[in-house]
Structure formats: C-alpha cells, structure tokens
C-alpha cells in the first residue's frame, strides 16, 4: 500500500511473489486500483469508468495467472512473523 499524497510504502501491506509474472501482474493491479484513487480524488467522471475496465482486466490476469502459477503470495506481516520464528529457533550445528 502506497500513500497518494507522499507516496511512502506500507511495509505491513506489501506482498512477496515466488514468480515474476504474477508480481508484475499484481504490480498492474495495485497501479489500476490507484489510478482510479487518484480519479476519485479529482472527480473525473470518464476517467473512472476507463479506470474500472483496466481494474477488471487486472483482476482477472492477476488471478490466472496465480492460480495458475501456484503463487498467492506472502504480505509483509506474514513474511515479518516467520522471519522472528526463525530466529528465535535454538541454533543447530552438524558435528
């Protein structure tokens, strides 16, 4: 997630993809669903409609190729959590 206005990234709200064409279709989709942010902030009426087509083809290439791939992805929550399971784990060491 990106703010509109300072344009900073919410590392809680970022997601990690196993494969390159399925991040760069949910790329596609995050900046689909910000342009029609930034039209609903201007209130631009033939922008909005042009910006709900681009959604929905974003959606739908976003969503077979996932499927397809086997790649949900992992938010940055998730990613942080398993990160701080693996470090509080005892160290192993082979002899």
Avoid: C, Q
């Amino acid at each position: 997630m990106r703010d509109l206005e300072t344009g900073t990234l919410d590392e809680d709200f970022s997601t990690i993809f196993r494969t390159m064409p399925v991040a760069f279709a949910y790329a596609e989709l995050s900046a689909a669903l910000e342009r029609r942010a930034s039209a609903e902030l201007e209130a631009s009426d033939s922008a909005e409609i042009e910006n709900e087509s681009d959604i929905v083809a974003s959606e739908r290439a976003f969503v077979s190729l996932s499927h397809r791939l086997g790649d949900l992805g992992v938010n940055g929550i998730s990613a942080k959590a398993w990160e701080r399971e693996r470090e509080s784990l005892p160290v192993r060491r082979l002899h």
